[in-house]
Structures are given as structure tokens and as C-alpha cells.
């Protein structure tokens, strides 16, 4: 890792010098392009360090990926950094690569204002928020000021976007303030949960008497009450005229029951 640091701060001060160098002389690519013999010159990349050797810092309300309007190139602030997501030629030779650092140091100044020095234009960028939610940016460069637009494509936190317009003054407040604001989080339904199971109370069934019960002894040292004959009334038949009924007897002589003769 701090090789590769090395190397990249070694390409940013060739950087420095190189491009100056080439325009002192008088020459510039697309001239040197046209000499006989010369042939087209061959783009490099830029001396620009990569995504990976800048730490980022703190994140920020402007965090996301933006367009140069200017130039038609898309870029993305991260965390207190700026690296190309799209390529795009810088200075007729340098090819500005995705994932190189084009500004560093980038942070917050003020209300909707923010700063980062501009390493292929090598010098201190200022960017402030407008109303329709652009970034307009002026860089004091080495070769002299250059004025650019950062047009929003998608931001991390709309939200908090939107919150840092209305601390500039410069769109309505936002219902939070404070803290960024926060994406509610996926729905979830509600785990099933089965109601507690309840056992019915127990109910004894109604106590009844079993058919042809036995009556009930009386308790012990008493005497039953003593049985009372039944007088059951014997009616005579009517005589209809018909043969006298008799009480048969057995008969030996016909061995068989009837009344006596």
C-alpha cells in the first residue's frame, strides 16, 4: 500500500509539470500531431491517484453521482472525495480513467458551500448548492479559473439533500432536521404467532340416579319402617250367562287338568 501511495504522488507531480512543460514550448498535442513523421500522439493515463490509496472521511449531504454538464462526464462524491466514474481526455494526452481521484479534500464550508482541491486542474475548487439543486463550481487552476456544473443524477440521501438547501436558504425546510436522514426500512409483516392454547375448566357432570337404583338403607342405628301389606281388591267376573268357571283340578281319569264333574 505505501508503494502504491509513492507512485501516485510521483504521478501527480510529473502531472504538475508535464502538461505546462508541453504548452511553454509552444507545441501543442493536436500541432504535434499534425508534423510530418510525428503520427497521432498516444493517450496516457493521468497522473491521478486511484479510489483505493484516498481515505475517505465523513460522508456529506452532496454524496452521490453527479454530471459535468461541461464536459458531459459523470463523477461521484464519496465521502469527502471525487473520482471519475466515466474517461474523458484531459489536456489532449491525459486520460482521466474511472475510479482516479480528481479532487480531494473535499468538504463542507458552510451552508450549502463546500471545497476540494482539483488535481488535474491543480488548484482550489469552491462549490455551492443552487436552487434547482445543482452544484455550480469555480477552480482557480494552474493554467487559470475554470467555472463547471455538477448536475445531480442519483444521490445517496434525497432527504438530506434537501435539508441542506433549506439551512442555505434556498428551498423549503425539509419535516427533519439534525442527523442525516434516514431510509425507513422494508416492510416486514408480523411473525404469525398462534394464541396461547387454554384448557377448558373441567365441569363434573350432573349427578343422577342410575336406573333401578336400589333404595336407600336408612342410617345405621335405625330400623327400617316395617312392610305394609297391600290389600289388592278382587272382583268377582260377571256372570254373562256363560259356563261357571271353576278352579280346574287334575283328573286322573283323562290324566289332564279341568274342572271336577
Known amino acids: 500500500m505505501q508503494m502504491v501511495q509513492r507512485f501516485d504522488r510521483l504521478r501527480v507531480r510529473l502531472f504538475r509539470f508535464a502538461v505546462p512543460a508541453l504548452l511553454l514550448v509552444g507545441i501543442s498535442p493536436l500541432e504535434a500531431a499534425s508534423i510530418p513523421g510525428v503520427g497521432e500522439v498516444p493517450e496516457i493515463p493521468a497522473f491521478l491517484p486511484t479510489m483505493e490509496t484516498v481515505a475517505a472521511t465523513q460522508p456529506l449531504p452532496v454524496d452521490g453521482t453527479w454530471r459535468i454538464r461541461e464536459i458531459a462526464k459523470t ?24 475510479g482516479m481521484v480528481v479532487v480531494k479534500d473535499f468538504q463542507a464550508t458552510g451552508p450549502g ?10 488548484g482550489t475548487g469552491t462549490y455551492k448548492l443552487t436552487k434547482d439543486r445543482t452544484l455550480s463550481v469555480f477552480v482557480q487552476g494552474l493554467l487559470g479559473p475554470v467555472r463547471l456544473t455538477l448536475m ?14 433549506a439551512e442555505a436558504g434556498l428551498a423549503p425546510a425539509s419535516p427533519a432536521y439534525g442527523q442525516p436522514v434516514q431510509q425507513p426500512p422494508a416492510y416486514q409483516p ?5 394464541p396461547a392454547y387454554q384448557p377448558p375448566a373441567y365441569q363434573p357432570p350432573p349427578q343422577q340416579a342410575p336406573p333401578n337404583a336400589p333404595p336407600a338403607y336408612p342410617p345405621p342405628g335405625q330400623q327400617p319402617p316395617a312392610a305394609q301389606p297391600v290389600q ?5 267376573p260377571a256372570d254373562d250367562g256363560g259356563p261357571a268357571v271353576c278352579e280346574p283340578v287334575y283328573r286322573p281319569e283323562t290324566d289332564d287338568f279341568g274342572c271336577p264333574r
Open 75 to 98: 463523477v461521484r462524491i464519496d465521502r469527502g472525495r471525487i473520482y471519475a466514474v466515466d474517461s474523458w481526455t484531459h489536456m489532449f494526452v491525459l486520460q482521466v480513467q474511472p
Open 232 to 236: 289388592m281388591p278382587i272382583t268377582p
Open 190 to 194: 408480523p411473525a404469525y404467532q398462534p
Open 113 to 122: 458551500e463546500y471545497a476540494g482541491f482539483d488535481l488535474p486542474l491543480q
Open 152 to 165: 445531480p443524477l442519483q444521490l445517496d440521501n434525497p432527504l438530506w439533500l434537501d435539508q441542506a438547501l
